[in-house]
């Protein structure tokens, strides 16, 4: 317990550390928006890579030669832990713009960070709310900004990968993205599991992205198959 505190107060030292950052990453928004991408991509890049080095945590990725070069991407994947997010954007070098809870918006300077990622949060308890969000943040995806999704809608528990909650992935599917499942495992036991932060190790497979032309079928039977391919990855 004693490390999993000092590492959390070394977390949001570093967060307010970033304010500077920040403050920078505006000016340079307000210079080029396309330069500001970048700035943001190697902070937040660089700044996962730190956190999981100092939290004794190793990555271990396969299929990284999957990863298309467009932007026009969402990423699909199971979740284990809040170490997911970290995780994704240590470990796949993209820009990434997470759909996640609403309650995230209550931490003081992460959540301007997280506004900067174009992330969208959500009320789990307004359905209809969060899907019109969902579509407008697909749209921006369209646009060059990829985006992640995390169809259990919650946490999940180690290798038991949850019920997919079909909303959100059916707009994705029904858009021009394409679609990039990807399997995480070993987040859960090193966090979640026990409440404390622990060493160790975390898989991150990449799987074949889907585009439009390779969608086929119906959204239910994609989303089943998706769901497979990304169990295939925590067995």
């Known amino acids: 317990m004693g490390r999993t505190i000092i590492v959390g107060i070394y977390f949001f030292i570093q967060i307010i550390l970033t304010l500077i ?20 991509f190697f902070l937040t890049h660089y700044w996962s ?8 945590i190793k990555l271990e990725v396969s299929g990284l030669e999957e990863l298309p070069r467009t932007n026009n991407l969402c990423l699909v994947s199971n979740h284990q832990s809040y170490l997911d997010i ?20 209550r931490i003081p300077v992460l959540n301007l960070w997280m506004l900067a990622m174009d992330c969208v949060l959500i009320n789990r308890s307004s359905s209809s709310t969060a899907l019109e969000k969902i579509q407008k943040r697909v749209k921006k995806a ?20 949850g019920k997919f909650k079909t909303g959100g992935l059916h707009i994705v599917l029904d858009s021009t993205l394409v679609v990039l499942p990807v399997s995480i495992n070993g987040t859960y036991p090193l966090l979640e599991k026990d409440g404390r932060l622990k060493k160790g190790k975390v898989k991150i497979q990449v799987h074949p992205p889907l585009d439009k032309e390779r969608r ?20």
């Open 142 to 161: 369209e646009k060059g900004k990829p985006m992640v999704l995390f169809p259990e809608g919650t946490r999940g528990k180690g290798a038991d990968l």
């Open 216 to 235: 086929s079928g119906s959204n239910r039977e994609i989303t089943a198959k998706l769901r497979d391919t990304i169990q295939s990855g925590l067995i």
């Open 21 to 40: 950052l920040y403050f920078t990453y505006i000016l340079i928004y307000l210079a080029s928006r396309r330069f500001a991408r970048r700035y943001l």
């Open 49 to 56: 890579r730190h956190f999981l080095k100092i939290a004794g």
């Open 86 to 105: 970290p995780v994704i954007i240590a470990a796949i070098p993209k820009l990434w713009g997470f759909v996640a809870k609403v309650e995230l918006a």
